[in-house]
T-cell receptor, first 114, second 113 residues
Framework: DTAVSQTPKYLVTQMGNDKSIKCEQN?????MYWYKQDSKKFLKIMFS?????LIINETVPNRFSPKSPDKAHLNLHINSLELGDSAVYFC?????WGQGGEQYFGPGTRLTVT | AQSVTQLGSHVSVSEGALVLLRCNYS??????LFWYVQYPNQGLQLLLK??????LVKGINGFEAEFKKSETSFHLTKPSAHMSDAAEYFC???????????FGTGTRLTVIP
């Protein structure tokens, strides 16, 4: 059973479109995250979220918004897609909020904006 | 602020040789430190983590890392490289009481037969 799953695995879309990436974890974790990995493999946190707090990396454009329908899901919505949004997006989860627990990553979603 | 620096974006070793991937951290407080591995077209998998217990941490697949406060280092080693170790390796730091992981720029390990 996949611990952290993401759909779709690949997403190709045109500039200006709005798209969503779904993430689900079956680990019973309290906290979920979204990371962006650019073409040079650099990983950067975008959001961290549990039922108490949403922390947004200040460099993330407000076109990006996380939506959490329940504790097991954290979806990423992107409005007005731009070429620079092309990247691999990873969802992750961890058990403890700020307690040093390791994060478990999904397989990634490769977004290509044309 | 906390950050990590990985020296060497690309490391090549022969099969059976020692693997040494370098990571230095910068943190104002004792951090949590992690090594992750990313195989091609896959997500990140945790190799090992340091959370202020033993300074020598053993992980999966024969990897280990030693936390050296005096050198602010957390280098990853494996005595004998295997072809299956070829991947991208990321060092990451997390401050106690905080959630976010800050990743290094990664080191691509190539294993030569």
């Amino acid at each position: 059973d996949t611990a952290v799953s993401q759909t779709p695995k690949y997403l190709v879309t045109q500039m200006g479109n709005d798209k969503s990436i779904k993430c689900e974890q079956n680990l019973g974790h309290d906290t979920m995250y979204w990371y962006k990995q650019d073409s040079k493999k650099f990983l950067k946190i975008m959001f961290s979220y549990n039922n108490k707090e949403l922390i947004i990396n200040e460099t993330v454009p407000n076109r990006f918004s996380p939506k959490s329908p329940d504790k097991a899901h954290l979806n990423l919505h992107i409005n007005s897609l731009e070429l620079g949004d092309s990247a691999v997006y990873f969802c992750a989860s961890s058990q403890d909020w700020g307690q040093g627990g390791e994060q478990y990553f999904g397989p990634g979603t490769r977004l290509t904006v044309t | 602020a906390q950050s990590v620096t990985q020296l060497g974006s690309h490391v090549s070793v022969s099969e059976g040789a020692l693997v040494l991937l370098r990571c230095n951290y910068s943190s104002s407080v004792p951090p949590y430190l992690f090594w992750y591995v990313q195989y091609p077209n896959q997500g990140l998998q945790l190799l090992l983590k340091y959370t202020s217990a033993a300074t020598l941490v053993k992980g999966i697949n024969g990897f280990e890392a030693e936390f050296k406060k005096s050198e602010t280092s957390f280098h990853l080693t494996k005595p004998s490289a295997h072809m299956s170790d070829a991947a991208e390796y990321f060092c990451a730091v997390r401050k106690t009481g905080a959630n976010n992981l800050f990743f290094g720029t990664g080191t691509r390990l190539t294993v030569i037969p």
